[in-house]
């Protein structure tokens, strides 16, 4: 069983996520969660610190969320991965195509400093 919790900040979205991620309704209402926040925000944090594990429907979605998202020069991060996950993002090669840090306030910092700077 999974969970979502998304905090609406000035600069980015937060989505806390737990549990764990294999298909199903969880993924759906992850897609569905990330889709409605892209109309507001240009970049999503996903906070990962609590997720047990993640299969390819997941990453799928992450990609599709991506892509999206880099239509409108957004982007999707990732903060908090446990070793597994982070081994999974590497494998896949999808480290390269997504923005990781390993918390969410160096995300949220990062974040900041790009769209401050892109509005100079």
Known sequence: MSQLEVERG??????????????????DTLRNVLTGLMEDYKDIILDMAAVRYVNSSFLSTLLSVQTAMSRRSGHV??????????????????DQILKIYGTVGEAL????????????
């Open 10 to 27: 000035q600069h980015a979205a937060i989505v806390r996520c737990s549990g764990q991620f294999v298909g199903g309704d969880e993924t």
């Open 77 to 94: 991060a990732l903060a908090g991965l446990n070793d597994s996950i982070n081994t999974v993002l590497t494998t896949t090669r999808m």
């Open 109 to 120: 910092k990062s974040t900041t400093q790009e769209q401050q700077s892109n509005n100079n």
